[in-house]
């Protein structure tokens, strides 16, 4: 059964750093989303992309955050440089339309030293 | 300002039973709901969507019942076995939007 990757899974780094987390959505689908979830917290979204723009972002998805889907497989979440609070494990998700189901990654845990 | 509300916090019964979860959201204005599990330190795995539109969805052990006027759903499990154990979330969408707000999760221990 097809499904969402994410890599790495792990992720440690200083902080002022510049991570990439980096997903392969599920090839027929065409919305992707970055959710988070900070230790013992909700998951909250970041932000959705479709048609290679934008759609939606939260407003913990200020200017330290950019995606991007440079080629036809990968969808990349950087964060230019990293704070203490991004501290988090980071999803992926991707549905074939709007409002269908949302299948989700695995995760990344970054951890900012 | 949607927000979704899940009780109990956390949940422990006998195998075999059969147990229900509760989801609530504030704003009836939904585009859909999903349930999802989520095994400790793992990703989300998605267990049943349910349309603004539909009242129930099945799914073998599993049902899920949306009452959008009250602002409510359940997860029904079924015979539930300790493989169930994890925690479980529901998450609304809002007509207009493309996020899904997520609920803080009920933690379910299934002992054998």
């Known amino acids: 059964e097809p499904e969402v990757t994410q890599t790495p899974s792990h992720q440690v780094t200083q902080m002022g750093q510049e991570v990439i987390l980096r997903c392969v959505p599920i090839s027929n689908h065409l919305y992707f989303y970055w959710y988070r979830q900070i230790l013992g917290q909700k998951v909250e979204f970041l932000v959705s992309?479709?048609?290679?723009?934008?759609?939606?972002k939260s407003e913990i998805f200020d200017d330290q955050f950019s995606v991007e889907r440079p080629d036809g497989s990968n969808f990349t979440l950087k964060i230019r440089s990293t704070k203490l609070e991004d501290s988090a494990m980071y999803f992926c998700a991707s549905s074939v339309r709007l409002a269908e189901t949302q299948y989700f990654g695995p995760g990344t845990r970054l951890l900012v030293l | 300002k949607q927000e979704v509300t899940q009780i109990p916090a956390a949940l422990s019964v006998p195998e075999g039973e059969n147990l229900v979860l509760n989801c609530s959201f504030t704003d009836s204005a939904i585009y859909n709901l999903q349930w999802f599990r989520q095994d400790p330190g793992k990703g989300l795995t998605s267990l049943l969507l349910i349309q603004s539109s539909q009242r129930e969805q099945t799914s073998g052990r599993l049902n899920a019942s949306l009452d959008k006027s009250s602002g409510r759903s359940t997860l029904y499990i079924a015979a539930s076995q300790p493989g169930d154990s994890a925690t479980y979330l529901c998450?609304?969408?809002?007509?207009?939007?493309?996020?899904?707000?997520f609920g803080t999760g009920t933690r379910l221990k299934v002992l054998a």
């Open positions: 998450a609304v969408t809002t007509s207009g939007t493309y996020k899904y707000i």
């Open positions: 992309f479709y048609n290679n723009e934008i759609s939606e």
